[in-house]
């Protein structure tokens, strides 16, 4: 299949037509509680909140459009409620029960000070219009939380508003052609690695660019000279990855740097990887135009299940001027939130629009900031030093039993990268991570990055003891002489889950989206 | 440092497994010249809890926040109470500190949530089929145009008069840098939205309408019609609902036709937070779910045959796709979709639709006081919970004045227009169930004294 070149094996074992028997009445197995749907257990009638009885006769000026008919919202008390949410958060993972090794998304410990702090009333119930006597401690947080940025990174300015990692890429993208387009250079493709995240070539594409993509060393970096060969006056910037997708630093970033500006390109830097090095170098130092960062990955803003992210982007010189609206300046009264095009007070820039209402993901602001406070500079070093070390004990440790298709070509940075080579025949990447479930773990990256074949990527993070590190290790070793030895077993698990294997190909073929009344 | 379990003993033995003579080693492929010998200089080294949050506390207190005064400020961000069981709920760790649920087998919790998450929002919108959330209403508006462009094959989107400033600012920056051309007309302070003329606007090449539902004014108008002629000329009909607790009042926009309806989730269980973080919603009819951006959970079974839930139709996402997907999002707002959904199934239908009605009344009680202000006078004819009033003089300076005062007396268009003096009259008034009587005489005061 053209879109899985990786080894990516979606379907169940054809095999598998086990059908488990609980032995209990009710389907739960002690504290695995099956739980309904909300559709199925609440009512429409059903109400966890009080409120005034609505007036029998009221006064409506809804321009004739009150609603008739029903809305089909299923309702539950408190009790009820809180049951229900309860039961399926004890069905997740999460760091708070363990290690949560997934390469690339860097999942570490969330401070519970942080979540103290955004829910102080003078952050958490604050309306984004409030005049802006109102609201100068907000104001003062996205300010502040930008200059550490800044200096953290060495660039000239910091765009806030981009609501995560992908819109932070975009808003960086557009910066360099609102650029290129303000010095008259139209430029049509941009220049990503093939090992890169797939969100590079789809933000280049949003953006209007041809995508051309740029071959890997065999020591899993960007081919130099390829990339010099393709340079060109119609190549408007290199989107590079560093720490790289394989958790390589790419030592050739200043000789890359220096080719894209010698040709009048701008340099991009994916900055999902920052919680690597930071406070050990500084992307401005290498050459850097535009670099986001996920305030969930470095700064540790909780991932929630899947967002909300926040993607700050930082700017070069020559890009700075055309971060989009709102940003926030201080004078000499106070901080001033500059919202309009041709302001009289923005400073002379040219911003190239607005990413979005309002003024950014304040909450994971107060949260990233508070985790910046906590460490300071000698606690981000340590921060980045602590993640190396474990990322390069789990490489080493494996030695012998995963084939680390990188791991003779120097120190990994932040994450160890694996291939399915030496595994039996039948045995795949999907059956390592399944059974390191049964084993109380969070499974690793699978198939990603591609360039990798049945790639792992394992990225254990700053916040585990060396204990924790160590029974992990323990586990994937035995896991992998099981599938060196071509154990079948390998290919049920997981089996002590709240659930086995789910069918994804009968998802996609048959998609069943909604809750549909009986 | 207090997050860090590593002790210098456990360093050195690793470094020992490792082979290398110490962490700096480990960096060795940085180019020399750009490696740090320390921590970064001149900025402070690391602090305790306390010192941390009395940092914290201080900068909190010198925002006014809208608890604790009279708030009337709305303009797609709306002041709820929210039920303490809400955060209390989204706060256990196992959402909290989740990842995107890509291993189902252990994230459940989360799927089955977004399964239930859909299906509210795609009822109460009125629509078929949503997914599992955006990161806000401004950039799913702007998302639903480029479905609509995609389903179309065309590249005009006409924007109502009444559509949120700011969204529109996301919609025109987007649409600089993809070549979609955006057509508005400017907004006139009127008592009804003018959809007779928008309907007069849609030509050969426009893939959709976008109107706000109710509008940037408050306004609200019977889309039907607009519908029926929208897809008449082959386009379609996005709506966009920033408050959607008025969908316990007024009938859903996919009842009166609208194809695509996005909307800001940040009423529901999400709290103002200053801006961010949000939830985009997004919703369409099931012929276009193939076109739709953003995550979609799905049922499905395991390999015992029990139901179970996982994130399906990737083929359209970034991470499979590449350079050819529906977009380049690849999170959605999963916390604010959590926080979202309990509030919706701790109100219900019953709850929903008295909280509506509660914000309805008061809000006609406000409309009525303050229209008796001396210089003020009601622009709207219909509105749920949010109106303009025309004042004279400039509100702006109005809602600076009174903000010293102690008085949050709503959104000036002046702020969401600045480059158009002659809307300076305009303020909107948002009056939500957090607003008593005694807030309403306070603002009737205050808009009195400050006119007089």
């Known amino acids: 299949m053209s879109i899985n070149p990786s080894g990516w094996r979606p379907s169940l074992a054809a095999n598998d037509t086990v059908v488990e028997q609980t032995g209990t009445v009710t389907g739960n197995r002690a504290l695995i509680l099956e739980e309904p749907l909300l559709f199925e257990l609440g009512t429409t009638q059903t109400c966890g909140v009080d409120l005034p009885e609505p007036d029998t006769a009221p006064s409506v000026r809804l321009g004739g459009l009150e609603r008739t008919g029903a809305i089909g919202l299923p309702g539950l008390s408190e009790p009820e409620a809180v049951r229900h949410y309860t039961r399926l958060s004890r069905q997740n993972y999460a760091i708070d029960l363990g290690i949560f090794p997934l390469g690339s998304c860097t999942m570490k410990h969330n401070p519970r000070l942080n979540e103290k702090v955004a829910r102080l009333p003078g952050f958490a119930d604050v309306h984004p219009l409030q005049p802006e006597g109102t609201v100068q401690g907000a104001l003062g947080v996205i300010a502040e939380l930008g200059e550490w940025l800044l200096r953290l990174t060495n660039m000239a300015g910091v765009a806030m508003s981009p609501k995560a990692g992908a819109h932070g890429e975009l808003c960086g993208i557009l910066c360099i052609r609102a650029a290129l387009e303000a010095r008259g250079d139209a430029r049509e493709v941009i220049l990503v690695p093939e090992s890169a995240h797939g969100t590079n070539p789809a933000t280049a594409a949003f953006a209007n660019y041809r995508v051309e993509s740029i071959p890997c060393t065999e020591d899993g970096r960007v081919d130099l000279a390829a990339l010099k060969a393709r340079l060109g006056s119609d190549v408007a910037a290199v989107m590079i990855t560093n720490p790289n997708t394989c958790g390589l630093f790419e030592r050739d970033i200043v000789a890359i740097a220096d080719a894209a500006h010698a040709a009048g390109a701008f340099v991009y830097c994916d900055g999902a990887n920052f919680n690597a090095i930071v406070g050990r170098v500084r992307p401005g130092d290498l050459g850097v135009d535009a670099m986001h960062i996920n305030l969930h990955k470095t700064f540790s803003t909780p991932h929630g299940g899947g967002g909300p992210g926040s993607g700050p982007v930082v700017l070069s010189e020559a890009l700075a001027p055309f971060a989009p609206l709102p940003f926030v300046v201080r004078t000499a009264e106070g901080y001033r939130l500059v919202e309009e095009e041709g302001a009289a007070d923005n400073g002379g820039t040219q911003a190239f629009g607005r990413m979005a209402a309002f003024h950014g993901q304040m909450g994971m602001f107060t949260r990233a900031l508070a985790y910046i406070l906590s460490h300071g500079a000698d606690g981000l070093r340590q921060v980045a030093d602590d993640a190396v070390l474990a990322a390069n004990y789990v490489l080493r440790s494996l030695d012998g039993v995963l084939d680390a298709p990188f791991g003779t070509s120097g120190p990994c940075m932040h994450e160890a990268l694996f291939s399915d080579k030496g595994f039996a025949e039948g045995v795949s990447t999907i059956d390592v991570a399944k059974a390191l479930i049964d084993e109380g773990f969070h499974p690793m990256t699978m198939y990603f990055p591609l360039v990798v074949h049945g790639a792992m990527l394992v990225e254990p993070t700053e916040c585990e003891s060396k204990a924790t590190l160590d029974q992990f290790i323990g586990a994937l070793r035995s896991i992998a002489e099981r599938a060196r030895a071509g154990d079948p077993a390998l290919a049920q698990a997981p089996v002590h889950a709240p659930r086995r294997r789910l069918d994804e190909t009968l998802a996609a073929r048959k998609p069943r989206l909604t809750f549909k009344d009986a | ?226 519908a029926d002629a929208v897809h008449a000329a082959g386009a379609l009909l996005v709506a966009v609902v920033t408050e959607p607790v008025a969908l316990g009042a007024i009938r859903s926009p996919g009842a009166m036709g609208a194809d695509i309806v996005v909307g800001e989730g940040q009423s529901l269980g999400v709290g103002l937070q200053f801006g961010g973080p949000y939830l985009g919603l997004f919703a369409t009819r099931d012929k276009y779910v193939r076109q739709m951006p953003g995550r979609l959970v799905g049922e499905t079974v395991d390999a015992a045959g029990r139901r179970g839930y996982v994130l399906t139709l990737s083929t359209r996402e970034q991470h499979i796709r590449r350079e050819k997907a529906t977009s380049n999002i690849c999170t959605n707002a999963g916390l604010c979709a959590l926080a979202f959904s309990i509030h919706l199934t701790l109100l219900g239908e019953k709850g929903l639709r008295a909280l509506a009605a509660e914000n309805h009344r008061l809000a006609c009680l406000a409309a009525g006081r303050l229209a008796q202000v001396p210089g003020v006078t009601l622009v709207n004819g219909g509105f749920f919970n949010e109106f303009t009033l025309w004042i004279d003089g400039d509100a702006r300076a109005v809602v600076r004045d009174l903000a010293g005062k102690g008085l949050l007396a709503g959104v000036s268009l002046g702020r969401l227009y600045p480059g158009q003096p002659e809307l300076a009259g305009g303020l909107l008034v948002a009056v939500t169930e957090t607003a008593c009587e005694e807030d309403i005489e306070a603002l009737a005061a205050g808009l009195e004294e400050a006119l007089a």
């Open chain 2, 1 to 226: 440092m207090r997050y860090l379990p590593l002790t210098e003993a456990d360093r050195a033995e690793m470094l020992a497994r490792i082979g290398a003579p110490s962490v700096d080693a480990l960096f060795a492929d940085v180019p020399e010249a750009a490696r740090l010998a320390g921590p970064v200089e001149g900025l402070p080294g690391h602090a305790g809890e306390m010192a941390v949050e009395r940092h914290m506390a201080r900068l909190a207190a010198r925002n006014v926040s809208a608890g604790s005064v009279p708030a009337f400020l709305g303009a797609g961000a709306y002041r709820h109470h929210v039920p303490a069981s809400v955060d209390h709920l989204i706060q256990r760790g196992e959402f909290l500190t989740a990842y995107t649920p890509y291993q189902p087998e252990i994230a459940q919790g989360t799927l089955q949530m977004l399964f239930e998450f859909q299906p509210q929002v795609a009822r109460l919108l009125g629509c078929d089929v949503a997914n599992a959330s955006m990161y806000d209403g401004s950039t799913a508006c702007w998302e639903a145009i480029a479905m609509a462009g995609r389903i179309t094959k065309r590249n005009k989107a006409v924007l109502s008069s009444g559509l949120h400033p700011h969204y529109v600012g996301t919609v025109r920056t987007m649409a600089r840098f993809t070549g979609d051309v955006i057509e508005q007309a400017p907004l006139a302070p009127v008592a009804e939205p003018d959809l007779a003329a928008l309907a007069g606007q849609v030509d050969a090449q426009t893939s959709c309408v976008v109107v706000q539902y109710p509008d940037v004014l408050g306004r609200i108008g019977d889309l039907a019609a607009l």
